[in-house]
């Protein structure tokens, strides 16, 4: 009886730490009059919107069914990523506002404030300095990657101490990169599909916007988002927080990697001197590349998140609540989520949504901090309407 | 403030003022020295050259022959004595005047910041390379300088010129002028 308290004592401890940890189920206040990081985050923002508008005011009357057009795909586009990087993010969620903050400092932030000063400035002076060949070669490969990718970060770092309860493992800094550059990406995609309106004397702009438009939606998904997911969790990694010790090479590996893929696919025509078929098999590669440095840092930062899901919801098998398995599933991979829902076999339905219910609870858990609340005991009698014994 | 928040706010505030207010700086201090010597040859897109006259300034394009990743901008601007002359390049399926009406309806949509093209009455010329153009001229206030659009095989060739009001006073310069807007020809082959 005594082992038996004494198991579920540090069991509910480790829940303890894992929740203060992780800051599982933390909210991120918006009213903090002190903090610095916050004001330069509002004042870039401002500066990015106000030219947004008029960037705006001075197109739509040249260019407005572009821009239109332009602004209703790339929302579409906007639409499909976040849905994908929420999908991703299935253990202490960040919260919807600190996503659309990430969102809207890559879009107008990052973008504006930053970078295209930054590019085009650098651009210029390779070309002065260098040679106008070396600078339509390499220009943008060797201003967008350092410029870019710092823009990005600098809005992972700056939310990183505006919410530093809640952004917490490297993970965190992945999912909010990954926001980050998904604004980024839209609003140039919108940028460059408008640019392109002029194109052949602008005689058919929808037509060119919409040549563009395609181009960027086939190579988009392998670009700035996950750029930015490499370079927020680097930023995690050489910052440092309760839940992830400082690993200063392992930031500097992941800010370099996502800067050393943005200037291969920046200068792919330069490195491969103008040859069609190296400029092509370069862009594969880098895909590649890309993708596969993703998924590694996925699988490298997740564990965190894991292990305080593990700890989390532990003290629910020892009580019954959920089935060891179905912890199992819930702190696992996709594979073993897949694995745990397909045992069901004609049960398939409720195993889904018993592990919806027990996500649930592990989110209703961290917001009370392991407290027995109203939203608890509703999140576990969600999980017990869903057992596979209800009706 | 918030001592623990004073760091980050800084090193992002450091990039902004680099990137908004530095490199621009730095950028707008070097003027661009790139002198047009003898013999050289300016490529616009793929498949458009001139010669430009020696002595200009190429502030932007390249010289044929030096694209080393085999791209050529699709537009290239020189200057000299306060006078720019752009050349750009791009499919156009039409005539010389249809282009020349096309680039009058961009202009037109610029609003306030539309030069007043409809004044110059077109006149027709053709290049050394046999390319039929028509060329109008423009003038305001504070600037005069001419439009020229010339279309041949698909490809369509804008050169906008414009300058202080005194600019076709100048015989020297509109002789120049003159002689890079008949040089304008197709590239036969690798354009490279």
Redesign the interface.
């Known amino acids: 009886m005594s082992t038996t308290s004494t198991n579920e004592t540090e069991l509910l401890q480790a829940r303890d730490a894992a929740i203060a940890d992780v800051g599982w189920g933390q909210k991120v206040s918006w009213l903090?009059p002190?903090?610095?990081?916050?004001?330069?985050f509002v004042a870039?923002i401002a500066y990015g919107l106000w030219y947004t508008v008029s960037t705006v005011r001075t197109e739509a009357?040249?260019y407005g069914t572009p821009l239109g057009v332009a602004a209703i795909i790339f929302s579409l586009y906007a639409v499909l990523f976040w849905w994908f990087t929420t999908h991703i993010d299935r253990y202490s969620r960040q919260p919807l506002d600190l996503r659309v903050a990430a969102f809207v400092w890559g879009g107008f932030g990052a973008t504006w404030?930053?970078?295209i000063?930054?590019n085009?400035?650098?651009i210029?002076?390779y070309?002065?300095?260098v040679g106008?060949?070396f600078a339509?070669?390499w220009g943008a490969g060797l201003a967008a990657p350092f410029?870019e990718e710092?823009?990005k970060g600098?809005g992972v770092?700056?939310l990183?101490?505006i919410a530093p309860r809640v952004i917490r493992t490297a993970f965190d800094g992945f999912v909010i990169g990954a926001f980050v550059g998904l604004g980024f990406e839209i609003i140039e995609d919108i940028l460059y599909a408008i640019n392109s309106a002029?194109?052949?004397?602008?005689?058919d702009p929808v037509g060119s916007s919409l040549h563009t438009a395609v181009l960027r939606l086939a190579t988009g998904f392998t670009s700035h988002i996950l750029y930015s997911a490499l370079v927020g969790a680097g930023i995690v990694y050489l910052?440092g927080t309760v839940a992830e010790k400082r690993r200063i090479g392992r930031g500097v590996v992941l800010v370099a990697a996502a800067v050393a893929l943005h200037l291969v696919w920046d200068s792919t025509?330069?490195i491969a001197?103008?040859?069609g078929v190296i400029t092509i098999v370069l862009l594969v590669l880098t895909v590649v590349a890309a993708l596969a440095i993703a998924v590694t840092v996925f699988h490298l930062t997740v564990g965190t998140e894991r292990e305080a899901m593990r700890d989390l919801m532990s003290p629910e098998v020892a009580n019954g609540t959920i089935a060891a398995e179905e912890l199992d599933a819930l702190a696992g991979s996709h594979k073993e989520r897949r694995a745990y829902r397909r045992a069901g076999r004609g049960d398939r339905r409720h195993r889904r949504h018993r592990l919806e219910a027990a996500h649930d609870l592990a989110d209703e858990l961290g917001r009370s901090g392991g407290v027995e609340t109203d939203r608890v005991a509703y999140a576990r009698s969600e999980l017990a309407r869903h057992s596979p014994a209800a009706p | 403030m918030d001592r623990r928040t004073l760091l980050p706010a800084s090193v992002v505030a450091l990039l902004v003022v680099i990137t908004f207010w530095v490199l621009p700086s730095v950028d707008s201090s070097v003027a661009v020295d790139d002198p047009i010597k003898a013999g050289d040859v300016v490529q616009v897109g793929q498949g458009v050259e001139f010669d430009p006259a020696v002595g200009w300034n190429l502030e932007s394009g390249l010289r044929a022959g030096t694209a080393t990743s085999g791209t050529y901008p699709d537009s290239a601007k020189l200057t000299k004595d306060g006078v720019t002359l752009t050349v750009t390049t791009g499919e156009f399926d039409g005539t010389a005047t249809a282009l020349l009406a096309q680039l009058r309806r961009n202009n037109a949509k610029l609003g306030p910041n539309a030069l007043d093209l409809q004044s110059g009455t077109a006149a027709t010329f053709r290049t050394a390379g046999e390319i039929t153009g028509v060329v109008a001229r423009f003038s305001t206030t504070t600037a005069e300088g001419l439009l020229g659009a010339l279309v041949s095989d698909g490809q369509g060739i804008e050169v906008t010129v414009y300058g202080p009001a005194a600019m076709a006073s100048d015989r020297h310069l509109e002789n120049q002028v003159v002689a890079m807007l008949e040089s304008v020809r197709l590239v036969h082959g690798d354009a490279s």
């Not at chain 1, 002190?34 to 330069?40: D, F, G, K, Q, T």
């Open positions: 903090q002190r903090n610095a990081c916050l004001w330069v870039a009357p040249i404030t930053i970078a000063h930054g085009t400035a650098l210029h002076l070309a002065k300095l106008p060949d339509v070669a410029v710092s823009a600098a770092l700056l990183m101490f002029s194109a052949n004397f602008s005689v910052v025509t330069a001197q103008g040859n």
